[in-house]
């Protein structure tokens, strides 16, 4: 048979499962930034514009070689 708890047990079981649960939404955070961070929109422009800068060349490339050849 279970015995009953007192309040002052009540009150340090209900703490201590607040406690907890702040813990594990602060770590959750964490996680999510680690793991999306590549999503944030500094990085999306910068790959943005390598990929345009790169693309750019290729064009001039295209282009320079379509002049000399034909």
């Known amino acids: 048979m279970s015995r009953t708890k007192t309040r002052e047990e009540k009150i340090k079981t209900a703490y201590r499962l607040q ?3 702040l813990k594990v939404a602060e770590k959750q955070v ?3 930034r680690n793991e ?3 999503l944030s929109s500094h990085y999306v422009v910068k790959d943005l514009t390598k990929t345009l800068l790169y693309s750019l060349v ?3 490339l295209l282009m320079v070689a379509r002049q000399y050849l034909g």
Request: zero cysteines; glycine letters at 8%; aromatic letters at 24%.
């Open 19 to 21: 406690n907890f649960s």
């Open 30 to 32: 964490e996680k999510d």
């Open 58 to 60: 290729i064009l001039v």
């Open 36 to 38: 999306f961070g590549y």
